[in-house]
C-alpha cells in the first residue's frame, strides 16, 4: 500500500498535475491518502510527483495514523462500536487487513483523507522545491516515507 502526502500548494499548478491531485484526493497540503499500488496510481503519483511525496507504509505506522487521525463521516473519532461493526479488534488487525488489500478503507466507513500536522523539524535540509533524492522532500521516498509520517502524527 502507498501512502502518499501533498506537501506544495496549488499556486501556479497547471491544471493537468491540479486535476491529477484531485483525482489522488490531494486537495490541500499536509493530507495523506493511501492508494493501491496499480499501474495508473503509480503513473499519476509520477506526474504530480513536483508537488507530493509518497511511499510505501508499513502496518505498524498505518495503525498509528488509524488510531490518532481516523474520521468517520461527521468528523467523529471511531470507538469501540465501530470495531465491533468492522470485525476487529485492534487499529494493529484493522491496519494488517488495509495492508494485505483484504479491506477496502471506504468500505468500513472511515475516510479516505488523513489530514496531518506539519512534520516535526521540518522537511528535509534542501526544502519542499527538490527531489527526495538530492536533499529534498518531493518524490519516491519508499521506506522512508514512515519516518516523515511518524514526524507528522
Same mark, same amino acid.
Given at each position: 500500500m502507498i501512502a502518499a502526502i501533498r $506537501? !506544495? %500548494?496549488n499556486v501556479n499548478v497547471s491544471r493537468d498535475i491540479e486535476d491529477t491531485m484531485k483525482l489522488l484526493r490531494l486537495h490541500k497540503v499536509n493530507h495523506l491518502v493511501l492508494? @493501491?499500488? *496499480? &499501474?495508473? $496510481? $503509480? &503513473?499519476?503519483? &509520477?506526474?504530480a510527483e513536483n508537488y #507530493? *511525496?509518497?511511499g510505501i507504509i508499513k502496518k505498524e505506522t498505518?495503525? &498509528?495514523v488509524l488510531e490518532k487521525r481516523a474520521l468517520l463521516p461527521g468528523n467523529k473519532k471511531p470507538g469501540a462500536?465501530?470495531?465491533? %461493526?468492522? @470485525?476487529v479488534n485492534s487499529w494493529m488487525d484493522l491496519a494488517e487487513k488495509l495492508v494485505s488489500n483484504k479491506v477496502d478503507i471506504r468500505k468500513i466507513g472511515i475516510k479516505p483523507v488523513f489530514r496531518? !500536522? =506539519? =512534520?516535526r523539524k521540518g522537511?528535509? !535540509?534542501? %526544502? #519542499?522545491?527538490?527531489p527526495f *533524492? #538530492? @536533499?529534498g522532500a518531493l518524490g519516491d521516498r519508499g521506506e522512508k516515507i514512515n519516518e516523515l509520517i511518524e514526524r507528522m502524527i
Open positions: $506537501v !506544495r %500548494g492508494l @493501491g499500488e *496499480t &499501474k495508473s $496510481v $503509480v &503513473k499519476m503519483l &509520477k506526474k #507530493i *511525496t509518497w498505518l495503525a &498509528k462500536e465501530f470495531f465491533k %461493526g468492522i @470485525g496531518l !500536522r =506539519p =512534520p522537511f528535509e !535540509r534542501k %526544502g #519542499i522545491k527538490k *533524492t #538530492i @536533499g
